[in-house]
């Protein structure tokens, strides 16, 4: 069975040859040159995607000087030419990739794949499929395009959370190989044998029946939902029971007279596990107080700016794999910004909590009662 680490690695000799400039042809030649005779073909085996062949640890080398390429036809600096800055460069990438490639050869047990396919949270190694299960705009939003009856009948009008589903529908099909199924459906029109591969619940327990199910389920995560008479826009998150219950509660902007306006600050549920249905495939929750506490949940681990640091950080923290993490979705001109989680202000309660992520102390009155 192809390994995450495979992958990772073949994704990475991809990624140094494209920053060279190089067809798989023209490196072949370049390291040909260089005294180890490589075909276009084996370059080509290392490099796919779908089950990528490990290449022989001798092929490491050459490709830790690929920044040292010059002239036309491209060569390599031979090693003994290297700049000191060049090798230091080339030590450092040359660890990496060696790490790579025993990590791609080792067999990773269960536990090491979830932790290596976390760090590129939307990669799935195995044949999926993913179902992003989204919920059901209620019938008063939905409007005219929703009716089937209409000749300009538009599916998404029946869906809420549009924004988070596009995000993170659009990014898991970038991040996977083609082939892997990745399909979206109304919670409403969820069926059993749906249910069995990567789940991914988008929005709360009012508009996702799913969500309420699942997170009625998950009794060791224990970030639960909950409605309130005081906020009837949306549904809070609670920790803990009796005199040790925290809540979390959005944050509004007040006129001079105290009343409420605008929203200011949401708070959105990020959390993965296994799929209580199938313990081989995993469990996605993302979720939020309102809409943009949705969204900010989804690009904490789809915005390019902060993804790779908020997944390293995951990866690093929770090495099984699994984690709930309550994040503070600021909201500006009425649009959601990413959740930035190396700024500990913005993780506002962490599972499990023997981790070494530690919320941020505080915030602004208001934010628990």
């Given amino acids: 069975m192809t390994t995450p680490g495979a992958v990772q690695l073949a994704q990475r000799l991809r990624d140094l040859r494209a920053a060279a400039g190089l067809t798989q042809e023209e490196l072949a030649d370049a390291f040909s040159h260089d005294g180890r005779r490589v075909s276009a073909g084996a370059v080509s085996s290392w490099e796919r995607l779908k089950r990528p062949e490990p290449l022989p640890e001798s092929r490491l080398e050459p490709y830790a ?12 600096v031979s090693l003994a030419e290297l700049t000191t800055e060049q090798q230091a460069a080339h030590d450092q990438l040359l660890e990496e990739l060696g790490a790579l490639l025993e990590q791609a050869r080792g067999g990773s047990t269960a536990a090491e794949a979830v932790r290596v396919a976390s760090y590129r949270s939307w990669y799935f190694a ?18 005219p395009l929703s009716d089937e009856f209409n000749p ?17 529908y659009g990014h ?3 991040e996977n190989d083609p082939s892997l199924p ?11 044998d749906d249910l069995s591969g990567h789940l991914v619940l ?8 799913v969500t309420r199910r699942l997170l009625r389920q998950l009794s060791r995560l224990p970030v639960r939902q909950v409605e309130i008479p005081e906020l009837v826009t949306g549904e809070i998150f609670a920790v803990g029971h009796g005199t040790a219950e925290r809540r979390f509660m959005p944050v509004w902007s007040r006129s001079e007279d105290g009343a409420q306006r605008d929203l200011e600050e949401d708070v959105g549920l990020l959390a993965r596990v296994a ?8 469990l996605t929750l993302c979720n939020g107080i309102h809409s943009r506490g949705v969204l900010g949940a989804v690009r904490t681990l789809t915005d390019a700016r902060i993804r790779q640091s908020n997944e390293a950080l995951l990866a690093q923290r929770f090495p099984k794999g699994e984690y709930g993490i309550l994040v503070r979705v600021p909201v500006f001109h009425g649009e959601a910004l990413s959740p930035d989680l190396q700024d500990p202000a913005n993780i506002l309660y962490a599972w499990p909590e023997h981790s070494q992520l530690r919320p941020g102390a505080g915030g602004p009155p208001g934010r628990y009662d």
């Fill in 202 to 209: 988008l929005g709360g327990i009012a508009w996702n029946p």
């Fill in 152 to 168: 300009n009948y538009t599916a998404l009008h029946r869906y809420a959370d549009q924004d988070a589903l596009i995000e993170l």
């Fill in 182 to 192: 990745v399909f979206f459906k109304q919670a409403s029109r969820v069926t059993a």
């Fill in 275 to 282: 799929n209580p249905f199938n313990s081989s495939r995993t």
């Fill in 172 to 174: 898991i099909r970038a």
């Fill in 65 to 76: 000087r690929l920044p040292t390429l010059h002239g036309s036809p491209p060569r390599l």
């Fill in 126 to 143: 195995d044949d999926g499929p993913v179902v992003i299960i989204a919920p059901d705009a209620p019938t008063p939003a939905q409007g």
